[in-house]
């Protein structure tokens, strides 16, 4: 099953290659993986997507709960919680498709950023369900290039992860 | 970067604060070899007199000699080395002690920071290559940083389920100066281990234990690193129950006692697996279900019992078999709640059914399955040698080993009746830690018996340390088993591969005792087995000198009993099956 997990940890060098390491030394699967500073700055925020039996996911929270420089994790799905990801698309827009790449990014709430003679480039946040309903719905011959963050999770409520 | 380089009044080079650190720590022995990245921390070393330093001829040794002097006092070890090359000869000795939560810092040096990067002269990236075999590891880019950065890694090296702590210290930094502030203790955000168990799971563990038909305690590393051998001895003799050891826990509880089953797992007694198998409430101490000791965890699971497992480690809980009852706690301190709950409980174990359980232990204890053909007048047994290394010594020496057959024979017919005295690569299996090992334990303590049990194979892996003994003067006694084989690996051909022996001869073997007395130590070669008690008598009869031991024993020896890779715990064979080789094919088809 699929678990988003969150983690506060040290914002030091090096920090990252911890988590990255654990997971393929102990062949951990990752889907994704985001990290950046919090409004601490001697404290990162990073979203790790992964799968896996229950047993594997009890030790994979071990695991990080174990290196030293990881101060607290959270197992998302533990509770209720928001998952957002952001995605740039760059479509071909020409012709017919010019009007029916707006159409389709109005349908999912994107936002054209980049307008040029061939293409559209669309700005899309959600799930990454919903991401991935929006590229199956593109013809697969219209995608130039995608970009996506990995998704990042918060807790709904009064659900927290802070020092 | 300030004006650092400049110094100060109250300041010093960050050299001499290593130093100054190294002596708040009470370090008594630093374990290293000097190289360019070092030269600084070497100068600062000349300069002082509060720790000795022991000049060893590879680094891999002098990480292994830092790790046994922690096995055996539970200090933690410190060893010095170089960048590049030195810090990643390192690295063998440093994952042998992560496989063994051996609390350890090794201080590596690293080429000037402004050269990080540029693939320099002896530049290795020491932090990136040890992440995955330490606890935690460091790279320091301030001279101001040395005295924290150090106080953590010592902290952290001992604190928790211990490890080893790399730091990283580029030579630049060593030369700049700072004004030395250690700080008395240190509080970490990001790491707080467990001390105290929860109560309420301690009084239900007492409570199963209580219930229990057909209990067994099994006890691994974690008890001995842990200090808590008089706890357990306590809390088994309370209730009667019978006891078993890890070869990472042997002498955590006595080998002498009648409650004590032997050794468990893959080379474990014939009681030992058996109980493991049928007990119907399993204490679990200090020790992680591994592969080498459960066997295949599908065999072991697939009959029921209640498993409570103490344990520092919450990774270490229900990693490869799920336990009913976790507690997360020191061991020392967990076991001695449970014996206070338990002096207050009134209710007693079962009387009737320990009877019932203790006779059927007994019918598995006589099949005598620690035993072997001791018949030869010509052919001296490798366990024989043990059997009288143990006579000699009164079961009291510190016995270090290497990692074979030898090591299993060791491990099988030594009677640890004291923890810390049993030092052996457990988890990584390391070949050549035997001398090292042994180095480590006689400096730790200089007056006891120290016997190095190896094989031809592993100490020519650190052959070069007889050197490092010579110049310290360690009046260790090794015992070499000379089979001309990698027993262990011949054993597997044997069973498993139709008798190819695939690389496993020892040819163009050294004379060991020429060997030894071109370093001025001396050798014994012994070949009959009449000779054998007489020669380690001999042997421990000079105290003050290096004895290195060469005994030429049985080529066609196996270890038994033994439970093939991947069958269950109780599926062993014995040495004493008819033909025990045709089982193991058997068993292994």
């Known amino acids: 099953m699929k678990h988003i997990i969150s983690l506060l940890m040290e914002n030091e060098a090096g920090a990252l290659s911890r988590v990255a390491g654990l997971f393929s030394a102990r062949a951990y699967n990752i889907e994704s ?23 594997v996911i009890e030790q994979i929270i071990k695991q990080l709960n174990k290196l030293v420089d990881v101060v607290k994790v959270l197992d998302l799905n533990d509770g209720r919680y928001i998952e957002r990801e952001l995605m740039l698309v760059k479509v071909k827009a020409t012709g017919a498709l010019r009007e029916e790449m707006k159409r389709i990014s109005d349908i999912f709430r994107g936002r054209i950023i980049d307008v040029a003679d061939g293409s559209y480039t669309i700005e899309l946040t959600g799930s990454g369900s919903k991401l991935d309903a929006f590229l199956e719905a593109l013809d697969k011959t219209v995608i130039l290039e995608t970009v996506r963050t990995g998704a990042s999770g918060i807790g709904r409520g009064d659900r927290i992860l802070k020092v | 970067m300030d004006d650092s380089n400049q110094q100060k009044v109250g300041q010093i080079s960050g050299a001499e604060i290593i130093m100054r650190c190294l002596q708040e720590e009470n370090v008594k022995f630093v374990f290293g070899y000097p190289g360019g990245a070092v030269l600084h921390i070497y100068d600062a070393l000349f300069k002082q007199n509060h720790f000795k330093h022991i000049l ?62 540029m693939d320099a002269f002896q530049e290795v990236d020491m932090v990136g290559v040890t992440r995955p075999c330490v606890k935690h590891n460091f790279l320091i880019k301030d001279v101001r940083d040395i005295a924290i950065t150090l106080k953590k890694a010592f902290y952290i090296a001992a604190s928790g389920r211990p490890g080893p702590v790399v730091v990283d210290i580029p030579k630049d930094i060593t030369a700049e100066f700072a004004e030395f502030d250690y700080p008395k203790t240190i509080e970490m955000r990001s790491y707080t281990p467990v001390v105290k168990g929860h109560s309420g799971q301690i009084k239900k563990a007492v409570k199963i234990l209580l219930e229990a038909k057909r209990p067994m305690i099994y006890t691994g590393g974690g008890l001995v690193l842990g200090d808590a051998s008089n706890e357990l001895v306590k809390l088994a003799r309370a209730l009667g129950y019978p006891v078993t050891n890890t070869l990472m826990g042997l002498g955590g509880y006595p080998a002498t ?33 591994d592969d080498r000791v459960i066997g295949n965890p599908d065999h072991f699971l697939s009959v029921p019992r209640t498993i409570i497992h103490i344990d520092v480690d919450p990774s270490s ?85 290497d990692v074979g057959q030898h090591q299993m024979w060791a491990a099988q017919y030594y009677k640890f009746d004291k923890p810390r005295r049993w030092i052996n690569s457990g988890g990584l299996g390391t070949m050549g830690v035997g001398l090292p090992y042994a180095m480590g334990c006689q400096l730790a303590f200089p007056d006891a018996q120290v016997a190095c049990v190896t094989g031809e194979g592993s100490i020519q892996m650190n052959i070069q340390e007889l050197s490092t003994c010579k110049q310290f003067h360690l009046p260790i006694k090794v015992i070499l088993l000379n089979n001309r084989y990698l027993g262990m690996v011949r054993q597997w051909q044997e ?41 380690l008598q001999d042997a421990f009869a000079m105290k003050d000198k290096f004895v290195f031991m060469n005994f030429m024993t049985d080529q066609k020896e196996n270890v038994f009993p033994m439970v093939p890779n991947g069958k269950g715990i109780s599926e062993m064979i014995l040495g004493s099956d008819t033909n025990a080789n045709d089982a193991a094919d058997e068993m292994e088809g």
């Not at chain 1, 979203?47 to 896996?52: E, L, Y």
């Not at chain 2, 891999?60 to 000869?89: I, K, M, Y």
């Not at chain 2, 042998?96 to 402004?114: F, K, L």
């Open chain 1, 33 to 55: 993986l985001t990290v950046a500073p919090t409004e601490d700055a001697t404290l990162s925020r990073m979203t790790i997507v992964t799968s896996g039996s229950d047993e």
């Open chain 2, 56 to 117: 060893v001829r590879h680094e891999q040794a002098a990480v292994h000699a830092a790790d046994a002097f922690s096995r055996a006092t539970g200090e933690v070890g410190v060893a010095l080395v170089t960048s590049g090359p030195g810090a990643t000869n390192a690295v063998t000795g440093i994952a042998t002690a992560y496989m063994d939560s051996i609390p350890m810092v090794v201080i590596s040096g690293q080429v000037p920071t402004a050269a990080i990067g």
């Open chain 2, 257 to 289: 006692d009648k409650q004590y089953l032997g050794m468990l797992g893959m080379h474990g007694t014939y009681e030992a697996n058996n109980a493991m198998q049928d007990c119907d409430v399993l204490l679990a101490v200090g020790a992680r279900f």
């Open chain 2, 317 to 401: 809980i229900s990693k490869r078999v799920k336990v009913d009852l976790p507690i997360v706690g020191h061991v020392q301190s967990v076991l001695a709640e449970m014996n206070e709950v338990l002096a207050a409980e009134t209710i007693k174990p079962d009387a009737a059914a320990l009877k019932t359980w203790w006779a059927k232990i007994d019918v598995w204890r006589a099949k005598k399955s620690a035993s072997y053909d001791g018949s030869s007048s010509t052919i001296i047994k490798p366990q024989y040698v043990i059997e009288k290394l143990c006579e000699v010594t009164k079961g009291d020496a510190f016995v270090t080993s």
């Open chain 2, 495 to 535: 069973f498993f591969y139709e008798n190819r022996y695939s690389e496993s001869y020892m040819d163009s073997l050294p004379d060991f005792v020429k060997l030894a007395e071109s370093y001025g130590l001396i050798g014994m070669n012994i070949d009959k087995p009449g000779d054998v008690e007489g020669a």
